[in-house]
């Protein structure tokens, strides 16, 4: 069965740095486009960040640009978000999220993983 | 880039109504929208892609519909385990935007 599994989040300063990881089991991870969203306490969904199934495209929210990098590594079936220059507006849940259909077919995402929480906070 | 709005925010219904929830792009996505389904605690669940397609599992009371701007998704009769803040989410190009949400309860 598909897994996704979030870890690397925790209590970091303001200005810090943070490498969140996804380790996908159960499914062709080389073969699916991955997703990063967040969510703050209490609020709603935002969306992070997209790498394509071979990694050669990546997108990102106006929010996070320049400060955020997704990356994968496909021999190891993970995905990674590391985020720089952390800001208080950057406290969300953060999860990874597998699309439904492979090699850049867009339909949303029919896995999610459980999420991992990253406080910046001083 | 494309704004994303829900309504209404928030509805309260009774067991067996229909319920509507509108989603709205601020410019032309086709048919490219998806719907998700957040309950307390959980993590979000996807119920419709492609405008209208049900997810496999989605139980047959959820539809959605739309394409262009605006989307609509129903359910034809509100069940006690529907209770769940609902997203809308394009997905025709970056950025994947979300919707706010809309928080569905039972009266």
């Known amino acids: 069965q598909v897994q996704l599994v979030e870890s690397g989040g925790g209590v970091v300063q303001p200005g810090r740095s943070l490498r969140l990881s996804c380790a996908a089991s159960?499914?062709?991870?080389?073969?699916?486009?991955m997703h990063w969203v967040r969510q703050a306490p209490g609020k709603g969904l935002e969306w992070v960040a997209v790498i394509s199934y071979d990694g050669s495209n990546k997108y990102y929210a106006d929010s996070v640009k320049g400060r955020f990098t997704i990356s994968r590594d496909n021999s190891k079936n993970t995905l990674y978000l590391q985020m720089t220059s952390l800001r208080a507006e950057d406290t969300a849940v953060y999860y990874c999220?597998?699309?439904?259909?492979?090699?850049?077919?867009?339909?949303?995402?029919?896995?999610w993983g459980q999420g991992t929480l990253v406080t910046v906070s001083s | 880039d494309i704004q994303m709005t829900q309504s209404p925010s928030s509805l309260s219904a009774s067991e067996g109504d229909r319920v509507t929830i509108t989603c709205r792009a601020s410019?032309?996505?086709?048919?490219?929208l998806a719907w998700y389904q957040q309950k307390p605690g959980k993590v979000p669940k996807l119920l419709i892609y492609?405008?209208?397609t049900l997810e496999s599992g989605i139980p047959s009371r959820f539809s959605g519909s739309g394409s262009g701007t605006d989307f609509t998704l129903t359910i034809s009769s509100l069940q006690p385990e529907d209770v769940a803040t609902y997203y809308c989410q394009k997905y025709d190009s970056a950025p994947f935007t979300f919707g706010p949400g809309t928080k569905v309860d039972i009266k």
């Open positions: 999220a597998k699309e439904k259909f492979a090699y850049d077919i867009l339909t949303g995402y029919n896995y």
């Open positions: 492609a405008a209208s």
């Open positions: 410019q032309g996505i086709t048919s490219y």
């Open positions: 159960g499914f062709t991870f080389s073969s699916y486009d």
